[in-house]
């Protein structure tokens, strides 16, 4: 790869050097490598990153979504010190305040939850909500949409990425890693996201067989879904007794308070989330209707299925649900400080109409070098895509000309716009009026370069 960034990232490519002599390709999750190496930060502040060479960059991945408020917000540093100061040490390794607290705050927002459980990340909350759904419902296959990315455990690290449409077979079951069971491409249905008649067909034919579907609502926090599609999957669902899973792990606390179900008003069965929960910090929820969420409680999990209608391959023993780290306070202290700070008035009609500027400015500028493209989105969350054909699907994504977005990408972070080459972007509270010109100027002069004008 030949990327004018690389002359001014020397040292970062000495440090990934170093870092792969001790962890496999220098990256402690795949999803942060890129050709040839990764950046190496080392510090960062509201919209801005900063390198291990002394370069700048306003930041767009905001670590895949996480920092709605941007790095270093004061409202969640000062909660965080004042939270280790105040209990005198680091986690108690029992119950506390602030878990109630948490608790009570996603119950009073979100009309689809009664009761919540902690983990420490997104992956973690959609594992207990599966498994909640396989204890309700006695049944063992769970049904996932093509391209929906919900965490990289077995179960639902199929069809994540499908290479190609292959409308005989479609959609495919197929296997993104290596070290996965048969069983789980074997219990997993794949469905076409915003394809009805299609996912109509497929869940009629397993009706009896599925336990949960679980979707992005969003796909990808940016393709949205038709909402007659949305609106009848909760229909379908709740019809053949399937539990309804939204994974708001990336949309939750970015399409408004309420994620997207909020924004499209549907209420899910279970809900998972995840990133802006925790303020930066690692952190999962999962919540929903009561009776199903006290399926994981030790004194009264095993007691609700045998009174109900309801079965699960044993009886005698409550859904087991733990770790070592869930509900930490640290964690807890930073997201419900931003929580509150979301919750001033005016945040995200900031946030979007700022993104909305963004999102303008940059099809304006493609739209001048002529080359075809859109920004999709919803919310805070968009991504560029080279075609003017509708995108509904990821195949709608994955067909356009991907490496032309990639060298893109390599301009852009020549001119210190910090995306992943090929991801979305997210937006912050801290990428006011002026980063937003500042990023449009920049954004010019790598699309400049790009077709060489
Ligand atoms: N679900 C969705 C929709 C996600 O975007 C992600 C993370 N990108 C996850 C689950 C997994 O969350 P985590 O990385 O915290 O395990």
């Given at each position: 790869i030949d990327a004018p960034y690389l002359r001014k990232t020397t040292r970062s490519a000495q440090l990934y050097k170093e870092a792969a002599q001790w962890i496999p390709g220098g990256v402690t999750a795949n999803i942060k490598h890129f050709e040839p190496y990764p950046i190496v930060m080392e510090s960062a502040d509201g919209a801005f990153l900063y390198d291990v060479d002394g370069n700048s960059y306003i930041d767009y991945n905001l670590c895949y979504g996480a920092l709605l408020l941007g790095h270093g917000h004061p409202g969640v540093t000062t909660a965080?010190?004042?939270?280790?100061?105040?209990?005198?040490?680091?986690?108690?390794?029992?119950?506390?305040?602030?878990?109630?607290?948490?608790?009570?705050?996603?119950?009073?927002?979100?009309?689809?939850?009664?009761?919540?459980?902690?983990?420490?990340?997104?992956?973690?909350?959609?594992?207990?909500?599966?498994?909640?759904?396989?204890?309700?419902?006695?049944?063992?296959?769970?049904?996932?949409?093509?391209?929906?990315?919900?965490?990289?455990?077995?179960?639902?690290?199929?069809?994540?990425?499908?290479?190609?449409?292959?409308?005989?077979?479609?959609?495919?079951?197929?296997?993104?890693s290596y070290g996965l069971p048969d069983y789980y491409s074997e219990n997993t249905v794949v469905l076409p996201f915003n394809d009805l008649d299609q996912t109509a067909d497929i869940l009629k034919k397993h009706c009896d067989e599925i336990a949960a579907v679980i979707m992005e609502p969003i796909q990808g926090g940016f393709i949205p879904p038709d909402r007659a599609f949305l609106r009848a999957i909760r229909e379908l669902t709740r019809q053949y007794g399937i539990i309804l899973i939204f994974d708001e792990v990336k949309t939750g606390f970015r399409m408004g308070l309420l994620g997207a179900q909020g924004l499209y008003d549907i209420v899910p069965d279970l809900t998972a989330l995840g990133k802006v929960l925790g303020g930066g910090f690692p952190v999962g929820a999962v919540g929903g209707h009561q009776n199903i969420m006290e399926l994981c409680s030790p004194t009264g999990g095993a007691d609700i299925l045998t009174a109900g209608e309801q079965h699960t391959s044993d009886q005698n023993k409550p859904l087991f649900h733990s770790g070592t780290y869930n509900g930490h306070p640290i964690v807890l202290s930073a997201g419900l400080a931003t929580i509150q700070a979301l919750q001033a008035p005016g945040s995200y009609q900031q946030l979007e109409e700022n993104t909305l500027q963004l999102r303008a400015g940059i099809e304006e500028i493609l739209r001048r070098y002529h080359i075809a493209s859109q920004t999709v989105g919803a919310g805070s969350i968009f991504n560029l895509v080279l075609t003017d054909r509708p995108v509904r699907q990821i195949q709608d994504v994955l067909e356009t000309d991907l490496s032309l977005r990639r060298t893109l990408d390599t301009y852009l972070l020549d001119q210190g716009i910090f995306i992943k080459p090929l991801n979305r972007f997210s937006m912050s509270i801290a990428h006011t009026a002026a980063v937003i010109n500042e990023t449009l100027e920049r954004f010019e002069l790598g699309v400049k370069r790009l077709t060489g004008k």
């Open positions: 965080i010190h004042e939270q280790l100061s105040q209990i005198g040490t680091t986690i108690f390794g029992t119950p506390h305040k602030l878990e109630t607290e948490m608790a009570r705050v996603l119950v009073d927002l979100y009309p689809s939850i009664e009761k919540v459980r902690f983990t420490n990340s997104g992956m973690e909350a959609t594992l207990l909500a599966i498994r909640l759904a396989t204890a309700w419902t006695g049944r063992k296959k769970i049904a996932k949409f093509e391209g929906h990315y919900h965490g990289s455990y077995d179960q639902v690290l199929i069809s994540v990425n499908p290479k190609k449409r292959d409308f005989k077979e479609r959609p495919s079951v197929t296997s993104d």
